[in-house]
């Protein structure tokens, strides 16, 4: 039997309308727009498509949104004043500062975020952000694993007491997504590069989450009778043609239910940080 196929649209739609729902009570209630700041530095064609889609979101539900575009050779010293003014900014209550950043200053990424202040770290990148997951407090929490688990909600999909393998330990990803899954007491495996037995312990899965950027990383035989396939690659293989991380042909004979790439789990990537843009503002107004 062919699994049920979750595309992404339907359940971003939902949680676009909440949040829409959402930033018009805090107009109501406090006299408060909701605000997004994001910050571009350079010209990377993808991050400059990122961006604009992120902007174009928040006008849709009623969010004020300000991109700070910034040239190519701005210093650390420059962006860290920015984010300075934008921390200070009541009228912004999320700041994002669009990753990669170039070259000249990629290496201070981790001291320009953790310049943001926790409040308004809508990426849920912070150390404060990460710690507050960690103890099971959840504040600001990264949007691509919050979309995993979203997803799964809105679908209907069990997380309590299954068996949930995530492929990756990136700190946007499969890191935060252990804790998350943990919190709703599934019992979770994170494998990596320097993993045994892959596809042995892949199909001990109930819950599989492929967020390893590797395309076709995960085949057909790694999947248990009916599991949920997540897929949370993004990989470009020629100029117009993305795949993610699973062989989405052969896993779909098999799982129970599978994102397809495009179209499944990343369309919850800017709805979640929408419904953080929300969840920072009321912090900011309580
Ligand atoms: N670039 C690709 N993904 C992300 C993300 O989640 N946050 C930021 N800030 N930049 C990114």
């Not at 006008?59 to 949104?65: A, K, P, T, W």
């Not at 710690?131 to 691509?144: A, D, E, H, M, R």
Request: with cysteine; proline share 5%; charged share 25%.
């Amino acid at each position: 039997m062919s699994a049920r196929i979750l595309y992404g649209k339907e359940f971003a739609a939902q949680i676009k309308e909440s949040a829409r729902l959402e930033v018009e009570k805090i107009k109501n209630n406090f006299g408060v727009t909701p605000g997004l700041a994001v910050i571009i530095v350079g010209e990377n064609p993808a991050s400059q498509v990122y961006v604009r889609n992120k902007h174009k979101t928040c006008e849709e539900l009623g969010i004020v949104s300000e991109v700070v575009a910034m040239p190519e050779d701005t210093t650390k010293e420059n962006l860290l004043a920015k984010i300075d003014e934008l921390n200070a900014d009541k009228n912004i209550h999320g700041i994002l500062v669009q990753l990669p950043l170039p070259a000249a200053i990629k290496a201070h990424s981790d001291e320009i975020l953790n310049r943001i202040d926790p409040k308004k770290d809508v990426d849920g990148f912070h150390p404060v952000n990460v710690g507050n997951l960690v103890i099971g407090n959840p504040q600001l929490v990264p949007c691509t694993p919050a979309g995993c688990i979203e997803m799964l909600d809105l679908a209907g999909i069990e997380i309590d007491g299954k068996r949930a393998v995530i492929i990756g330990r990136s700190n946007i990803v499969g890191k935060p997504l252990f804790h998350l899954l943990l919190a709703r007491h599934a019992t979770v495996t994170v494998c990596h590069t320097h993993t045994k037995n892959l596809a042995e312990i892949a199909r001990e899965a109930e819950i599989l989450v492929a967020a390893s950027g590797k395309p076709n990383l995960v085949t057909g035989d790694m999947i248990r009778e009916g599991a949920t396939v997540i897929d949370v690659g993004i990989n470009r293989i020629a100029p117009k043609k993305l795949v993610g991380d699973v062989d989405f042909d052969a896993a779909k004979e098999i799982a129970g239910a599978i994102t397809p790439v495009p179209g499944g789990v990343g369309l919850l990537t800017v709805a979640m940080l929408m419904k953080n843009v929300v969840k920072a503002a009321k912090l900011q107004c309580a």
